[in-house]
């Protein structure tokens, strides 16, 4: 781990004992969700049936259904599209935000950089309303774009406070040099810089990624199409007839939906890791 | 000072995208909001200039009441929780040192996964003909009668905390982790020379140095709680009788729904000077803990 | 800033952007009908053909937007918002007050549909402000969904009025199989209760639309009745039950009376869902019936359906000519067959349709559109009445008071406040 080693002994079993009902309680839901999933209807809604496991034999019927019957494969597309343009729209524009914050000077620095924080303050939650109407009269309703604009005001602010930690850390001997021989700024930040804070961006890209694809909020205000709808609101929303829901269906699109998040940090945990504690830390 | 332009020109270029961004997506709707507040607009007709007539009405409106001190029972309740358990869970993955990277993916997975679809699961656990919990207690003779988690105010209101702790414990916990790793080992092993139990060193050591990390975790957990919307929105929809509506959901069920935009930006506008509140009592509390240091 | 579907074909930019320029021969239209999905996916694709078939003679192309129920409405303020996005829109009664300005006036249609199919049943429910904003299209009905077997278990015969469902009820409760209304935030809950309140002589609003009125004696009967069928007929659950859940505590077999429209027998039919703890089909033991009545009459509400034709829309004309051939007979009768006679249409002959004698279990539509009101009676519907049903605040009253949250009095005075704001908000924008 980094610095310090500090308090790290190694545990008794006691540990491994505590530490058991913290990952059962976290990991319940989701084999909660699987084995639902799985079950034939006649047992799933059936009040006498054990529900941890499936007793009547394991179909694939609700995922048939999920992929083949329903708008699904659409939401997954649209979420994807979404996702990556908003890596994209908002890795760019927090990489240039936090490296004028944390590098140079310039009149108002100071304001914008309070300017970012104070954010935060005005959640999606208390936005939601007039943001609508603005994105309808923008003719953006009903649209990905109206998502891959409004992600980027949440994202922005938390990469740039989280890569201004990272560009802070980053020796200006190197950016000095790169300016002497005849780097603008731009330059140096792309040859030198980026290449040196490359862990940090690639936490603001996977947060980023997972940020755009589990928000719900504006998808649901702002997108109300069925074929242009984001996995979230379209798994919450579509499948339901009047009012009739289709739970095995829903546990399915609740697991396809969160597979691309867990192969994305199966692959990078540690940065996953680094990310969360990394600002806090250094902070 | 050909260098200082060109620096000032650079600057203004990076921070333009960001600034626009901000002004015009969160400026301007803010602006807006406040607009409607003020008035009584209704979806496709603008209406009149009311003042604070409806901040006015919505303080004395039982709802609204209500909706305050769900969010507050809320927040507190989940933020406690999470930093207590995130503390404890931390400080077991300190000593886990097989299986860590598993372990630590485990633990962190509900934080990651959308909350709208894990929502559901913990709905279905709930659901009162069905849920998992009920038939649990009951096999187990626990139970002779099933517990209605979602339509008992107080059982839903901590309903919605155990989901909601679900999901943010991995935050805390990892985070506070990083927290705890960073304390040299050097203070521990002075500690211990002179003479300090386990308890001490934890009091003495542990705590004041893991206490900055601690108050960012829960400054940015208490301002995305009681921002919080889709676990009421898709467990509860603000019952039993309102008595688990936040700002956000209220909002969306008396401004968006019922095509009262008025009404629901006002709603809305009450969290900003909470939240204004709460980071600066909680900027002060952490101002104060490193002074003593 | 106009979003319609770019139609595909010509590669040039000239057929593309038809709808800015005012419909001419050469060009085909885009009708685009903006709809909450239906419980029964056939009556949409039956919906669509019509659209098709109408449009393959019209030069025009019919496409529908089926959201979910609880999002129609979001979708209907943002096209008024943007004043763009489609022709012709699903209405729920009330809102041609809240959207009265961005309606076509339709008296023309439906005076013409009134002489071929009518007449129409209590057509001035649909006016508002004395104007024809939109065509009354199709009720979803809400009868009691109930038990057969598990009625005659207990010794009863079909409830007639409240007090019978209350002693068949407590009876029930007793056996395992308590009643289901909802009283929380649902449209299940929202009927029901009004027509808890209709039964004893009472209701929130008078006649002008405008006096509340909902403090009065009669009222306070119909809630003390409410606390006492709570507590001997229904468990806790039902104060925090959506659409589905009633749906689901019949079919578990469970629950042994809700408050349904027919989708709970079509699914336990459909799925072939069995009684719980036997093999039989639960839907051969499963019925309808007409909601009780109380001391003084019997009735419920339903879901209202209209068809608006938003001002915006640039082929007004041809979405007239669409709703005078979907109001034909041959084309009503198909859409009262594909829906399996879950739309209810408010004109006199087609409502003759075979559908409803044929199979015994549907037997109660026509009877029942005689007990139906909307859900503003005796007011007409307003943006105001909406909101009432929106926020809940009738179920919510009922509940406060059954659960002892407030006394009687004071759940009622509750909702009096409540609704006399709603009022006084919409006041301030329509005078």
């Given at each position: ?283 | ?293 | ?37 239906h419980f029964v996916?056939a009556s949409?694709?039956e919906l669509?053909?019509q ?39 699903m209405?729920?009664i ?15 249609i439906v005076e013409e549909v009134g002489k071929k199919l009518g007449p129409w049943h209590h057509p001035e429910d649909f ?7 939109a065509v009354p299209w199709y009720a979803t009905v809400w009868p ?117 429209p027919t989708?709970?027998?079509e ?21 309808h019936a007409l909601p ?6 019997r009735a419920t509400s339903a879901n209202y359906g209209m068809l ?15 709703l005078r051939?979907h109001y034909e007979a041959p084309q009503q009768e198909k859409f009262i067959e594909t829906s399996q006679g879950y739309n209810v249409p408010f004109l006199e002959k087609p409502t003759h349709h075979p559908i409803w004698s044929s199979n015994p279990k549907y037997k109660f539509v026509r009877d029942i559109m005689k007990y139906t009101h909307p ?57």
């Amino acid at each position: 781990m980094s610095k310090g080693a500090g308090g790290r002994r190694r545990g008794g079993a006691w540990a491994y004992v505590a530490i058991a009902p913290f990952v059962l309680f976290a990991l319940f839901p989701f084999y909660y969700m699987i084995v639902t999933s799985l079950k034939g209807d006649p047992e799933l809604y059936n009040l006498d049936a054990i529900p941890y496991w499936i007793s009547e034999g394991a179909t694939l019927r609700h995922y048939a259904f999920l992929l083949t019957e329903t708008l699904f494969p659409r939401w997954f597309a649209n979420t994807l599209f979404v996702s990556a343009l908003t890596v994209v729209v908002s890795v760019i524009v927090g990489i240039l935000a936090a490296y004028a914050v944390a590098r140079l000077r310039f009149r108002g620095v100071a304001t914008f950089g309070v300017g970012i924080f104070i954010t935060y303050l005005v959640p999606p939650a208390l936005l939601f309303i007039p943001l609508a109407i603005i994105v309808t009269q923008l003719g953006l309703s009903d649209t990905p774009w109206a998502l891959i604009l409004t992600y980027p005001t949440f994202l922005v602010p938390f990469n740039t406070w989280l890569l201004m930690g990272y560009f802070r850390t980053i020796p200006r001997e190197i950016e000095e040099c790169a300016l002497i021989d005849g780097c603008n700024r731009l330059q140096t930040l792309l040859r030198v810089v980026l290449p040196v804070a490359l862990p940090g961006i690639v936490c603001a890209i996977l947060f980023s990624f997972t940020f755009a694809w589990n928000e719900f909020l504006y998808s649901l205000v702002f997108v109300s199409s069925g074929v242009k709808k984001t996995i979230t609101v379209g798994v919450t929303s579509e499948l339901i007839r009047g009012d009739i829901y289709f739970w095995g269906s829903l546990m399915a699109g609740g697991i396809i939906g969160a597979v691309p998040i867990v192969v994305a940090y199966v692959f990078f945990l540690d940065y996953y890791v680094s990310g969360l504690t990394g600002g806090a830390v250094k902070g | 000072m050909r260098a200082l332009s060109s620096e000032a020109a650079a600057g203004y270029g990076f921070i333009a995208p960001a600034a626009v961004l901000i002004v015009g997506l969160i400026g301007f709707p803010f602006g807006l909001a406040l607009w409607f507040s003020v008035t009584e607009t209704w979806v496709g007709r603008p209406g009149p200039f009311v003042g604070l007539a409806n901040f006015v009405r919505l303080a004395g409106n039982g709802t609204f009441q209500l909706t305050l001190v769900n969010s507050l029972l809320y927040t507190i309740g989940a933020v406690a929780l999470k930093a207590v358990l995130g503390f404890i869970l931390a400080l077991l993955l300190l000593r886990i040192t097989r299986f860590e990277k598993l372990i630590r993916g485990a633990i962190l997975l509900p934080f990651v996964i959308p909350t709208a679809l894990s929502t559901l699961a913990w709905w279905w656990m709930f659901e009162p003909t069905y849920s998992v919990l009920n038939w649990t207690g009951r096999a187990l003779g626990l139970l002779t009668s099933d517990v209605p988690w979602l339509s008992d105010p107080t059982l839903a209101r901590s309903a919605i905390i155990v989901v909601n702790v679900w999901r943010g414990l991995p935050f805390f916990a990892i985070t506070i982790l990083a927290g705890l790793v960073a304390i040299p080992q050097e203070y521990y092993e002075a500690a211990e020379t002179d003479g300090a139990g386990a308890w001490q060193r934890f009091r003495n050591v542990t705590l004041p140095l893991v206490k900055p990390v601690l108050g960012i975790v829960v400054l940015f957990s208490t301002i995305l709680t009681m921002a919080d919307f889709n676990i009421v929105y898709l467990m509860t929809r603000g019952g039993p009788m309102n008595s688990t509506h936040l700002f956000s959901t209220l909002a969306h069920q008396s401004g968006m729904t019922s095509g009262r935009l008025s009404e629901g930006a006002a709603i809305s506008l009450f969290l900003f000077p909470l939240l204004v509140l709460i980071v600066i009592v909680q900027l002060r509390l952490v101002r104060r803990q490193t002074a003593y240091e | 800033m106009n979003r319609r579907q770019f139609l595909v074909g010509s590669a040039g930019l000239a057929g593309i952007l038809t709808t800015r320029q005012p419909p001419a021969f050469a060009q085909t239209r885009e009708i685009r009908l903006v709809k909450s999905s239906h419980f029964v996916p056939a009556s949409d694709a039956e919906l669509k053909r019509q659209g098709d078939e109408w449009g393959k003679q019209n030069r025009a192309i019919f496409q529908i937007d089926a959201v979910p129920t609880g999002q129609l409405n979001t979708k209907k303020a943002a096209i008024v918002t943007a004043q763009a996005g489609a022709d012709l829109a699903m209405l729920w009664i009330g809102d041609q007050d809240l959207y009265f300005d961005h309606l076509v006036d339709v008296p023309d249609i439906v005076e013409e549909v009134g002489k071929k199919l009518g007449p129409w049943h209590h057509p001035e429910d649909f006016k508002i402000r004395g104007a024809w904003k939109a065509v009354p299209w199709y009720a979803t009905v809400w009868p009691m969904t109930y038990r057969t077997d598990l009625l005659e278990s207990v010794g009863e015969k079909v409830p007639d009025t409240w007090e019978d469902l209350y002693r068949a009820g407590k009876k029930l409760k007793a056996a395992g199989h308590p009643i289901g209304i909802a009283l929380a935030a649902s449209d299940d809950a929202n009927f029901a209760t009004r027509g808890l309140m209709w039964s004893y002589g009472t209701s929130y609003v008078g006649k002008d639309g405008k006096t509340v009125a909902i403090n009065n004696p009669r009222t306070v009967e119909a809630v003390e009745f409410m606390k006492r069928f709570y507590k001997d007929c229904m468990e806790q659950e039902v104060l925090s039950w959506d659409d589905s859940n009633n749906n689901r505590c019949i079919n578990a077999g469970k629950c042994a009376f809700i408050f349904n429209p027919t989708s709970a027998y079509e699914a336990a039919k459909k799925q072939a869902i069995k009684v719980r703890g036997s093999d039989k089909l639960i839907h051969e033991v499963m019925d309808h019936a007409l909601p009780p009545r109380g001391p003084v009459e019997r009735a419920t509400s339903a879901n209202y359906g209209m068809l608006g034709i938003w001002k915006f829309s640039k082929n007004v004309d041809a979405v007239k000519d669409f709703l005078r051939y979907h109001y034909e007979a041959p084309q009503q009768e198909k859409f009262i067959e594909t829906s399996q006679g879950y739309n209810v249409p408010f004109l006199e002959k087609p409502t003759h349709h075979p559908i409803w004698s044929s199979n015994p279990k549907y037997k109660f539509v026509r009877d029942i559109m005689k007990y139906t009101h909307p859900p503003s009676y005796p007011g007409p519907s307003t943006a105001a009445s909406q909101v009432v049903l929106a926020l809940h605040v009738i179920p919510e009253m009922f509940a406060r008071a059954a659960t002892d949250r407030m006394s009687t009095k004071d759940a009622i005075d509750w909702a009096e406040k409540e609704i006399t704001e709603i009022h006084a908000g919409r006041k301030r924008v329509t005078g």
